[in-house]
């Protein structure tokens, strides 16, 4: 078996314990350490033999090592994302400390960029590898006590002896649900996962209190969790207080105490602890014992994980799925707490360099009339960022892939989501590189003064003194297009709108306010954003939305080269493999708006072409959205880089206008196939 040559990015304490562990195995070895402090490389490299050439100042020059191979980052909180994104960019399996990223995010950003490298990732959750977790695992399968009904699990310290400890900082993410919350989680979820025959699960539901300290952040948190299966469980975690730290599971038949689930043997070995059985008036005792300090076991089950050529670890580490669960739990936890990491402050700037792979294509720009920048054919879609953290993920990735159009609305979020998008483009000072399309006017809120005054409170949220485009969110049939042509070519004049036009709208409505601008020398609306997609919407997905996937409409866009944003552009997934259109709810699902025989044609129509072109059915779909006889954007709502990266692999399917007609039953056969 390969022995594993790792590396070190921050020799600290935690880096201690794991070299200690390392050094216990056969299976890797330290090689090599990365810090910017001169003395901690020479007093940790003395302890752990490290030569002298593989002690490095900087964090490139040790993932630029050729020999090797795997890297394990014990940086502070705020940097884990960071290194290891260097590190998995560099081709380098790689294990970091928990919690990964600050944020669910963060984390996702990390799964997604090690499966684009294909490279080894691991949360390190050191305490997962010990065996007493394996027989854990085998007392809940074999129904040892019965049926779980419900989980104790804490972790708590008192650190207050050193109140400059990173804990207490709050530049460094600190706090207990960050620093050691997430065990009680994982420990629980584990359990409950296990009970349900699977091997993990997160809270459907998780309440909480906190003490939150000077520094502003948590010392002390309690939570309880309920769990789909109808498991409970108690949680708790503490920097500022002692707690008996032990994990409990009460089943119907009896009960299981972990007497030291989370740190056995972590400084030296032996690592041996105790499982306690008691059912009825019996207990019993199970110890189990190895020699081997704590970190040993996960240096062993990395090291030989990636020797095998794995991706992520085996059960029962913590898998790339439940790092992603386990930090939307952590967040959620935090939230009922009050505790707002750093990160999620309105107007820091907290970017992760490197969140997508290299070569991906070149966004198109496209020139729009009365609108001052030329715009990305893609426009990123912003219903569903929450917070500046979340949101600064996904839109420094665009604005690093070379995006600059964004897509909002009045009410989207109830006005969070505009006054995220606003903190981001402030804290980036980007409102002069972006393109930000406004929307507002939805019923009973669909008339000129109505519009008029969302208007300004949109533009308030989002930081800007006029939006590029405006878009009506419906029609209001009832008020003539007179009236709406009269006031956005007065706002026009006033500064506060640059092109208009209308989502949900009919051609006829369409046209006839063209008309009449252009005959009494007004301000046309321009832009027309229906779902534009391969499939055709059969059944509306909304109340009110139009299709402009007929040929009424695709001659008079052409026509009058009128501009085209559609939303929905890919059919909700219509065009991905079924076994993930199967995992999307069906009241939501593709199937359920866009169901037919002549869609599953155009399906079948895009598989066969993208199997030509090397590409998958659901880039040929939007490509060919964005292939069309007059200005056509599309927008998409990617939730992570990763989503964005696949999204973005479109731009790489050149469709002529016959394969464009071919795919849309135009015509029964294309002659470049």
């Known amino acids: 078996m390969k022995i594993v040559n790792w590396g070190i990015i921050g020799p600290g304490t935690i880096a201690d314990n794991f070299a200690t562990g390392l050094a216990q195995t056969d299976t890797g070895r330290l090689s090599a350490i990365a810090s910017r402090d001169a003395d901690r490389r020479r007093a940790f490299g003395d302890k752990f033999g490290v030569a002298a050439g593989k002690r490095y100042a900087s964090y490139e020059a040790l993932v630029a090592d050729p020999e090797v191979d795997a890297i394990y980052v014990s940086t502070p909180h705020p940097f884990h994302a960071e290194h290891a994104l260097l590190a998995i960019r560099a081709g380098k399996a790689v294990l970091v400390e928990k919690p990964a990223g600050l944020n669910e995010a963060e984390v996702t950003l990390l799964v997604e960029a090690a499966r684009q490298e294909n490279v080894f990732f691991m949360e390190a959750y ?7 977790i394996a027989r ?7 129904g040892v006590i019965g049926k779980v009904h419900h989980i104790h699990a804490t972790f708590g310290f008192d650190a207050r002896k050193w109140p400059t400890s990173r804990v207490y900082k709050y530049e460094l993410a600190g706090g207990g649900i960050i620093d050691v919350g997430g065990y009680a989680l994982t420990g629980a979820g584990l359990v409950a996962g296990l009970a349900a025959g699977g091997t993990y699960q997160t809270p459907s539901k998780i309440k909480a209190t906190g003490i939150l300290g000077a520094t502003g952040v948590d010392e002390v948190s309690y939570a309880s969790a309920i769990y789909a299966s109808g498991i409970t469980a108690e949680l708790a975690c503490a920097t500022s207080r002692q707690m008996d730290n032990q994990m409990r599971i009460d089943g119907s038949d009896g009960s299981i105490l972990l007497t030291n689930p989370w740190m056995p043997g972590r400084n030296v070995g032996p690592s041996d602890t105790t499982i306690r059985i008691t059912k009825g008036d019996k207990t019993s005792e199970e110890v189990i014992r190895h020699p081997w300090q704590l970190f040993g076991f996960e240096a062993d089950l ?3 994980a990636i020797a095998a050529g794995l991706k992520e670890p085996p059960f029962p580490a913590v898998s790339h799925a439940d790092s992603i669960a386990t930090a939307a739990a952590l967040d959620a936890w935090r939230a009922e707490a009050g505790y707002k990491t750093f990160a999620e402050v309105p107007g820091v700037i907290r970017k992760l360099p490197r969140s997508l792979p290299k070569g991906l294509p070149a966004i198109p720009r496209i020139k729009v009339e009365g609108v001052d920048l030329p715009m990305t054919s893609f426009v990123m879609g912003c219903d569903n960022r929450n917070t500046p953290a979340e949101g600064a993920v996904i839109w420094d990735a665009w604005m690093e892939a070379g995006g600059n159009s964004f897509d909002t609305a009045f009410v989207y979020g109830g006005g969070v989501h505009e006054g995220v998008l606003g903190q981001w483009l402030k804290s980036r000072g980007v409102q002069k590189e972006t393109v930000v399309v406004v929307k507002g006017g939805v019923p009973p809120y669909c008339t000129p003064d109505a519009i008029e005054a969302q208007l300004n409170i949109s533009l308030d949220r989002l930081g800007l003194d006029h939006a590029p485009i405006y878009i009506m969110h419906r029609d209001n049939p009832d008020v003539p297009v007179d009236e709406f042509v009269d006031l956005f070519t007065r706002l026009n004049k006033a500064g506060k709108v640059g092109i208009w036009g209308g989502s949900n ?28 997609s391969l499939a055709v919407m059969e ?7 139009l299709t402009s996937n007929t040929p009424e409409t695709l001659k008079f866009m052409a026509d009058r080269q009128v501009v085209h944003l559609s939303w929905s552009s890919q059919a909700r997934g219509y065009f991905l493999p079924a076994e993930l259109r199967d995992r999307l709810p069906a009241d939501i699902g593709p199937e359920n708006c866009f169901g037919s025989d002549r869609n599953a044609e155009r399906r079948r129509r895009a598989e066969e072409l993208a199997a030509m072109k090397g590409l998958t059915p659901h880039a040929i779909a939007a490509a060919w959205v964005l292939t069309q006889a007059f200005p056509s954007f599309a927008l998409i709502g990617p939730r992570s880089p990763g989503e964005l990266a696949s999204t973005l692999a479109a731009l790489n399917a050149k469709l002529s206008p016959e394969e464009c007609a071919w795919l849309n039953l135009e015509c029964d056969s294309v002659s470049s196939k």
């Open 136 to 142: 854990l695992a085998e007392l809940i399968r074999d």
């Open 539 to 545: 059944k509306p997905i909304w109340f009110g939305c």
């Open 302 to 304: 990395a090291s030989r």
């Open 126 to 132: 050191m305490y997962r590898c010990h065996p007493q």
């Open 505 to 532: 709208w009919t051609i006829e409505r369409l046209g006839a306010a063209q008309d009449a601008a252009r005959a009494a020398g007004k301000l046309a609306p321009q832009i027309l954003n229906n779902n534009l």
